[in-house]
């Protein structure tokens, strides 16, 4: 542990990465993902597990996901399915009892968070010793790819709003690619009630709230290729509740 | 303190602090200046508050990093690890 700054690659043997994949329906993007997630870990040499968690998926992505398995090995790939889709609040927890690790990542498995940023979220973590480091689409040289004018409007305005109603000391709070210290996490999820994705704001709220200390990474957000969005249609509807609710109990 | 209850403490102490000034309320015979000036304040701010926003928000649209090398470098990797994946007998 003297050397701190020397290298990245063979520090802190005892570190290790939880990273948890909600799946549903992601039969063509999951075997991407995890090719990019082994070899960005491979590259950076940190300790990992991925913890795969399908809701009976119809379109067969947990045999899929058994596939990556045997190529990747049992250690390296966890399945942890669960019968029927639950929702994305519960797969997290439901994924968080079974990791091993230390500290836990959380990201889609539609390809629009990028492996790549793992490495610099972990260095961003261990910079400031932070108890969580969120991507950011609106910082730095964060942004996103695919998005139309009026979406960039709706997602600048909702966010304008509620840096000003919320003072959340976030700036993306509806991101969802996030690094935690696993006890961080636990004691969040205990404390968070919504569900779906205004979840993912509950949660960086409420550890503001907690006085825990949050990284920024900048992230390029790309939108998904593959696959259908599970969540659109009133996600406008949601966002205004959830930050009424924020408002009002935060 | 929840946040409403911080808007609604710090609306309040606003709002109180106008009405003293601009009806004199303490009886403290302020110059006519000061109740000019005060009267139309809120007006005042609500209107540059909303310049502010429309001029941040129109600005963050402006500078809104369109990602176009991510994702076209992530097309590349997409196809160099279906290849690979085959390699390693992946069944799609
Ligand atoms: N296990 C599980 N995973 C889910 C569920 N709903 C969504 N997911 C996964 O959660 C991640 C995020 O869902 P998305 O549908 O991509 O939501 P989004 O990113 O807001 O929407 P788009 O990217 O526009 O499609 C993806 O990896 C989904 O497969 C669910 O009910 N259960
Ligand atoms: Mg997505």
């Not at chain 1, 205990?190 to 569900?195: A, G, L, P, Q, T």
């Amino acid at each position: 542990m003297a050397s701190r700054k020397t290298s990245h690659s063979k520090q802190d043997k005892s570190d290790k990465y939880s990273i948890l994949l909600p799946t549903y329906n992601e039969r063509e993007n999951l075997p991407l993902i995890v090719w990019l997630l082994v070899k960005y870990f491979g590259e950076s040499g940190y300790n990992y597990e991925i913890i795969v968690i399908d809701d009976g998926s119809p379109d067969g992505t947990l045999e899929v996901a058994e596939q990556l398995q045997k190529i990747y090995g049992e250690d390296k790939i966890l399945l942890r399915p669960r019968a029927k889709k639950l929702g994305l609040g519960t797969a997290y927890i439901h994924g968080m009892k079974h990791a091993t690790g230390n500290f836990i990542i959380i990201m889609d498995a539609d390809l629009s968070h990028h492996p790549k940023f793992i490495p610099e979220f972990i260095e961003k973590q261990k910079e400031g010793n932070y108890d969580l480091v969120s991507g950011t689409r609106y910082k730095g040289n964060g942004g996103v790819y695919g998005w139309d004018l009026r979406r960039k409007v709706i997602s600048r305005g909702a966010n304008f709003l509620t840096q000003v109603l919320l003072r959340p000391g976030a700036s993306d709070l509806t991101g969802s690619f996030r690094l935690y210290k696993k006890e961080v996490l636990e004691s969040l999820v205990e404390r968070c009630v919504s569900k779906g994705y205004v979840f993912q704001m509950e949660m960086i709220v409420r550890a503001r709230q907690l006085n825990y200390t949050v990284g920024e990474v900048p992230i390029s957000f790309v939108d998904r290729v593959y696959g259908e969005s599970k969540l659109g249609g009133n996600e406008i509807v949601s966002f205004v509740k959830g930050l009424i609710t924020l408002f009002a109990t935060t | 303190m929840t946040k409403l209850l911080e808007w609604l403490f710090g609306v309040s102490l606003v709002g109180s602090v106008w009405a003293l000034v601009s009806f004199d309320l303490l009886d403290l015979s302020l110059p006519q200046t000061y109740k000019d000036v005060a009267w139309p304040m809120p007006l005042y701010l609500l209107v540059s508050f909303g310049c502010y926003s429309l001029a941040t928000v129109g600005y963050r649209v402006a500078t809104f990093n369109d990602c176009d090398e991510a994702a076209k470098e992530l097309q590349e990797q997409i196809k160099e690890a279906k290849e690979d994946l085959k390699r390693k007998g992946l069944k799609m």
